[in-house]
């Protein structure tokens, strides 16, 4: 069982940054694959960036923008946010799996077993 913690969201202007962190319980989290996703109001849940043991991934509308990055000895993924623009506004949520291999990445809402609660990310005009 893995629990995931999202902090790090906000308010912040067009152009700004922000930096989401989620913190995962539990003492494998190295096997895990990570996620981020988001969902804006009246929206479905859309993948945002994914990590595994050798690559990044990213949705093309935050390619260049958005960097996503882990920290197995603090148990903890990341979401750095640069350039952020009003469309990015949504709840932002971690997701978890465990790997298949080493090199497995995920992309789709179903194949993440275990989610956070999610932060607000709100991007001002």
């Known amino acids: 069982q893995v629990q995931l913690v999202e902090s790090g969201g906000g308010l912040v202007q067009a152009g700004g940054s922000l930096r989401l962190s989620c913190a995962a319980s539990?003492?494998?989290?190295?096997?895990?694959?990570m996620g981020w996703f988001r969902q804006a109001p009246g929206k479905e849940r859309e993948f945002v960036a994914a990590?595994?043991?050798?690559?990044?991934y990213y949705a093309d509308s935050v390619k260049g923008r958005f960097t996503i990055s882990r920290d197995n000895a603090k148990n903890t993924a990341y979401l750095q946010m640069n350039r952020l623009k009003p469309e990015d506004t949504a709840v932002y949520y971690c997701a978890a799996r465990e790997a298949l291999s080493g090199s497995d990445y995920y992309t789709r809402v179903y194949e993440y077993e275990y989610w956070g609660q999610g932060t607000q990310v709100t991007i001002s005009s």
């Open positions: 990590i595994s043991t050798n690559g990044r």
């Open positions: 539990g003492r494998t989290f190295s096997r895990y694959a």
